[in-house]
């Protein structure tokens, strides 16, 4: 059997792009993995595709799971650092942080034929082998998906450079309490959304609009972060924010911005147990 590293190397995004959270991808690929290494070699023809399967179907099996147990409103994706040089995962083949919320409003079959589809080029025969499904059934499926996707589409940004610069004036104005300014740094459609896990609870999930983001993002600010240390930081190929109070991450805050370089979206990530990776 190939290394064990270099298999949950290749594994881990099929697992995360589909669960969004990097424990539960790295317990199905463990237990994936322990199963296939009982197995006898000469029973499976091709070990790439059969572990690629096995971790597709079980990723959709746990989704199913925590999707039926999970009570609250807004459920991120666990942010990933993706501007590291030395990485244990394929970080080219992690969605970008907006699009992987955007798959949020997808069924579980619908992320899957898309993500095989779109994010790792499938064709739609090998879809349905995969997922046990039709090639026409793969072919509707993604259609769906693509009608769904449509009505919000991500506007990212691809200079890293120009987007910290974006964020080191949001801070800058934030920090002042420069009101008037920050307005003008938010794009008409802006939102918020948070996610504080079980353990903790957050002023809104999801808040709207310019002056209500503002008022937001104030109050947060002057009642809880103006203490902490401020880092800029990749997530996810996206700019972000990490609020740090010592040496403990606070708060992950990633920016989708609009064309314009104005913030359309900020998904603000509070769950201790999503922030201990980074």
Do not use: W
């Not at 104005?173 to 300014?181: A, C, E, P, Q």
């Amino acid at each position: 059997m190939e290394d064990l590293k270099i298999l949950n190397k290749k594994l881990f995004p099929y697992a995360y792009n589909i669960l969004g959270n990097t424990d539960d991808s790295q317990d199905v690929i463990q237990d994936i993995l322990i199963h296939y290494s009982a197995k006898d070699p000469d029973s499976v023809s091709n070990q790439n595709a059969y572990l690629i399967k096995a971790v597709i179907n079980q990723s959709i099996n746990l989704k199913k799971k925590n999707d039926r147990e999970r009570q609250q409103r807004i459920v991120l994706p666990q942010p990933i650092v993706t501007n590291q040089g030395e990485n244990k995962i394929e970080l080219e083949e992690i969605l970008n942080y907006s699009m992987l919320v955007l798959l949020n409003t997808l069924n579980i079959k619908e992320r899957a034929v898309f993500l095989l589809k779109e994010a790792f080029d499938y064709e739609h025969n090998e879809i349905a082998e995969i997922l046990a499904i039709s090639t026409e059934n793969s072919r509707q499926l993604l259609t769906r998906a693509k009608k769904k996707l449509k009505l919000r589409k991500p506007d990212i940004t691809t200079s890293p450079t120009k987007d910290k610069k974006h964020l080191e004036k949001y801070v800058e104005t934030i920090r002042k309490g420069d009101i008037r300014t920050l307005e003008q740094l938010l794009s008409d459609e802006v939102q918020v959304l948070a996610d504080a896990g079980k353990k903790l609870k957050v002023i809104a999930q999801v808040t709207s609009g310019i002056n209500n983001t503002v008022k937001l993002m104030t109050y947060v600010f002057e009642n809880y972060q103006k203490d902490l240390e401020i880092k800029i930081e990749e997530i996810n190929h996206q700019s972000a924010l990490l609020f740090y109070k010592g040496t403990t991450l606070i708060n992950c805050q990633i920016f989708e911005l609009n064309p314009d370089g104005k913030i359309k979206s900020i998904f603000s990530v509070v769950d201790p147990d999503k922030l201990m990776k980074i």
